[in-house]
């Protein structure tokens, strides 16, 4: 059994839960595969119609581990490349995964983790977590969780906070679009509840295809083809 990560079933819910709180889950180059292959297995399940992303602990994910990080000081170009392509894909496939996704956001998310948090479909959040894009401190850019992060909270809002890495709250989060619902920590898991329900009681070929929908009309232009396209359905 792991110990970077845990997968659960109940119902017809999954839920893949980050278990490192002595390091605020921070992911490694383990983790990330331990993460693709886990939604890899559960978007092709058929018994599976929802996955709640979680974490134990006071933070959700505060990016990068140290130590990996440490690590990559001594890689070559190429091998840095690779690691980032890994991180990529690893989104990729949260962003893409046939089953609807919910952050479940009991704590802080920084760096990488904010990465995580807009890969998925929905994203609920604890009034007190706080939330920081922190790259530009250490000296690097948040390029390969750029294109999740700023789709989920818009390129006016990913200005100030990729370039200033200051610590937003969930009330700005709310406000910005990167999270869909706030509530106190008392409430969080009656919110999910609640959203699971709607997913899990709605059609799953419905969903399915809802959200391929929303992946393909959100990343292109508006213009005859589109239209065209979308009345065919």
């Known amino acids: 059994m792991s110990q970077n ?9 999954a839920r893949i839960t980050l278990t490192q709180p002595e390091i605020r889950n921070a992911f490694s180059d383990e983790v990330i595969a ?5 939604f890899t297995e559960v978007g092709g399940r058929p018994d599976v119609r ?7 602990g006071p933070a959700f994910c505060a990016g990068a581990n140290l130590n990996w990080m440490r690590r990559m000081a001594d890689y070559t170009r190429d091998e840095n490349v690779a690691d980032a392509g890994k991180l990529a894909e690893m989104l990729r496939v949260i962003y893409e995964c046939p089953k609807p996704t919910i952050a479940r956001v009991q704590g802080d998310v920084y760096a990488g983790g904010m990465g995580l948090v807009a890969a998925c479909d929905m994203a609920v959040a604890v009034d007190t977590a706080g939330f920081c894009l922190s790259e530009v401190k250490l000296g690097l850019i948040p390029a390969t969780i ?4 700023i789709r989920a909270m818009g390129p006016r809002a990913a200005h100030r906070y990729f370039l200033t890495a200051e610590r937003f709250g969930a009330a700005e989060a709310l406000r910005t679009g990167f999270v869909h619902e706030v509530v106190s920590a008392d409430q969080l898991d009656a919110k999910v509840d609640e959203l699971l329900k709607a997913l899990t009681s709605a059609s ?20 005859a083809g589109l239209i065209a396209a979308t009345v065919q359905g």
Do not use: F, M, Q, W
Not at 5 to 13: C, D, E, F, R
Not at 146 to 149: A, D, R, T
């Open 50 to 56: 929802a996955v709640v992303l979680a974490a134990e």
């Open 204 to 223: 799953p070929h419905a969903v399915r295809a809802c959200k391929k929908l929303v992946l393909d009309v959100a990343e292109r232009e508006i213009n």
């Open 146 to 149: 750029s294109p999740y992060v």
């Open 5 to 13: 990560l845990s997968i659960t079933h109940t119902g017809a819910v």
């Open 34 to 38: 331990e993460l693709t292959a886990a």
